[in-house]
């Protein structure tokens, strides 16, 4: 069961709708707060980047769950995996930002490459990558012990990086999670005690406080009840141009509403995953070549 | 709300008084156990109460043992009390001075073990492939299958001489720190420095496994969220696994603490058992100091009223580890991370 608090997204839901009649003032603020460029050393360079998988393989152990993957994710473009569980979407994602090889005896074929660099290039470190390549998990992961400040500000801690302006960093990154207007009157208390909603924004937040250039989601959306949803869909909308994203999920409608391509994976019983057919959105939700991409985003599948 | 079916709920009048609640009967529900469970509840609580019943018979023995001494000394007294001396008529018995160097040495070793055994769990669950941890996990595992008596007996034949060094460089650079002050000429063999080194490595074992099991059970979410944020293993370890396990480490420490304070073998072959006059300044480095359990192990057999002093400073060690353990474990179980680690 998710943990997500009925109340609290009455509550929330309440406030979107006042904030859709009144936010004038709260988009001035906003601007403004937008407005301040707020630097961070050490950090990655500005603005969304290209991500490219060439021939990607993946192995686990002697297990070959991925084959052949060559799939382009343009800079500043929302590009949702589709496909059934088990085809190795999430498998996919992890190689993008090297969460693939933190399992044991992970292995890996092909390149994955960075506006041009391979981000497996011997001499790359994993957490520069990393720094670069946000993700979001699907079970909102927030630190629990952490205020939400702390929570937003957590990687430049971890990834060692300094920030002159940090108030407004954490403002800016919320705002952008579309989070700010509820938890700006109590940023010094837990992570853990927000909603599920809440908390996988404060994710969201988080993520982008150190400027990626590309966010990956993993079905950041399936813990979580419609509401949030809706919140969190927005905020994927908002970041388009600015921050190149890749998202895997298994709800049609999202990838439907939200991305701007799409490619559509599939394993064969006892094989690896492959991508079937990949394109803009909506000739794969209208006119796609391959028939069983058809029958899936039709839900006529298995 | 508990509506009937089928009843029309009416929309109550406005500006009326509220309809008196409705009388309603409390059905308390019993559950009737079967043969077997109630079988098995006996058996089991049984043993749990035999575990009270003996901690009792145990705590009374010692009480009844020790009241001869007790009584003739005063309470208060003989807690308060440095000196240890039978051969004066009336004797002049006291528990302060086992105490001090008693505390002193699981002090020494808990300052030690903690560290090591902090690391040792983090080198076992963060850093190790599958293979490794297990064999890891055997060596530590095997260090607490040492008899107590091996590791007095090494600690007393051989690391004693090589600590000698240490100490000495330690009270030549360190020695304006009181406690590691030593006078003139003094003996730095058998100090309670050594001693806690070798009561140390003990309590690693116990301390580590607590430690190990609480890191183990880190949310890997959180783990991986650190990651995926740029972190360095390390940065994970100081932002995740540290925080979460915080106190799993003060439970475990506690609990070595608890060990290292009834420690025997070791600290009676170690110490020459003199106990620590207080008021005098207290040298960890040079040779000196007792402890309740090395003393006790040391003078056992002697006559009437020796042993019933005996006994009644294994009393008061008795309590003290008594609450030394139950605080451990309240920590724990307050912890985020220990509510599924029983210590």
Redesign the interface.
Known sequence: MPDVDVDVDVDSEVEQDLEENLTEDDRNEAEKVFAKKVEIIGGPPAGPATLEAKDACAWFGDRLVLEGVDLIMPKGKVTALIGPSGCGKSTFLRLL?R?HE?I?GAALDGEILLDGDDIYAAGTRA??V??RI??V?Q?P??????TIRENVL??L????LKCDDKDTLVEQSLLRAGLWKEVRDRLDSPGGALSGGQQQRL?IA??LA?HPNVLLMDEPCSALDPTSTRRVEETIDELRGEVTVVIVTHNMQQAQRVSDLCAFFLAAENQPGMVVEQGPTDVMFSTPTDPRTLDYVQGRFG | MNVVPGTVVEDPPVAEDPPAPRERTRRVITEVPSRADRRFNQITMGAGISVLVLLTLVGLFLMIQSSDALGETGIWTFLTRTEWRTDVTPARIGVLGLLAGTVLVAVVAVVIAVPLSVFSALAITEYS??KRRKWLVGVVDLLAAVPSLLFGLWGFLYLSDKIVPISLWLTQNFGWFPLFKTSEDASLTGSIFIAGIVVALMVLPIITSVVREVFSQT?P??K?????????RW??IK??VL??GKGGIVGGSMLGLGRALGETIAVALLLPQVPQKIGESIHILQNGGATVSGFIANRAGADEFTTSGLLAAGLVLFIITLGTNMIASVVVSKS?SGAGVDI
């Open positions: 930002n969460m933190l044991p957490q520069q990393r720094m946000g993700m998990f079970k992961n927030p630190f629990p012990a952490m957590a990687a801690k971890l990834a060692r994710c988080r993520s150190v | 492939t599958a949310p979410g959180e991986e969220a650190a990651l995926a944020l740029g972190g360095t940065g994970m932002t995740v925080p979460f985020r």
